[in-house]
C-alpha cells in the first residue's frame, strides 16, 4: 500500500506564503482523487483541497478558495499544496492522503507574527 511523506511546513508571517509537497511511496497514477486535509489543536480534521486523477477538477472550501492551490504530478508521484495568503486561523498539520490510501504523518503549519 501506497505511503505518503508531507513535508514544506514551517512558521511563516501573516500574509505569507508556504508550498506543501506530499510524495509516496508508490505510484498514485491510480489513485482517483488526491486530498490536503489539516487539523487544528482541539478541532475536526477538515478537507482544504481535492484533486482528480487527471488534474483536471479541483475542490476548496470557502476558507481557502481563491488563496489555496492543489496541483499533482503523476509522474513523480507528489500532490503539492500551494498556500497564499495565509492568516493565523490556517494554522495547522496539514495531511495529504487518496483515495482509499492511509493518511500521511503530517506537516505542521504555524502562521504568526
Known amino acids: 500500500q501506497v505511503q505518503f511523506v508531507e513535508s514544506g511546513g514551517g512558521l511563516v508571517q501573516p500574509g505569507g506564503s508556504l508550498k506543501l509537497s506530499c510524495v509516496a511511496s508508490?505510484?498514485?497514477?491510480?489513485?482517483?482523487?488526491m486530498f490536503w486535509y489539516r487539523q487544528a489543536p482541539g478541532k475536526e480534521r477538515e478537507l482544504v483541497a481535492q484533486i482528480t486523477n487527471d488534474g483536471v477538477w479541483t475542490y476548496y472550501p470557502d476558507s481557502v478558495k481563491g488563496r489555496f492551490s492543489i496541483s499533482r504530478d503523476n509522474a513523480k508521484n507528489t500532490v503539492y499544496l500551494q498556500m497564499n495568503s495565509l492568516q493565523p486561523e490556517d494554522t495547522a498539520v496539514y495531511y495529504c492522503?487518496?483515495?482509499?490510501?492511509?493518511w500521511g504523518q503530517g506537516t505542521q503549519v504555524t502562521v504568526s507574527s
Open positions: 508508490g505510484s498514485i497514477n491510480s489513485i482517483a482523487f
Open positions: 492522503t487518496g483515495t482509499g490510501a492511509p
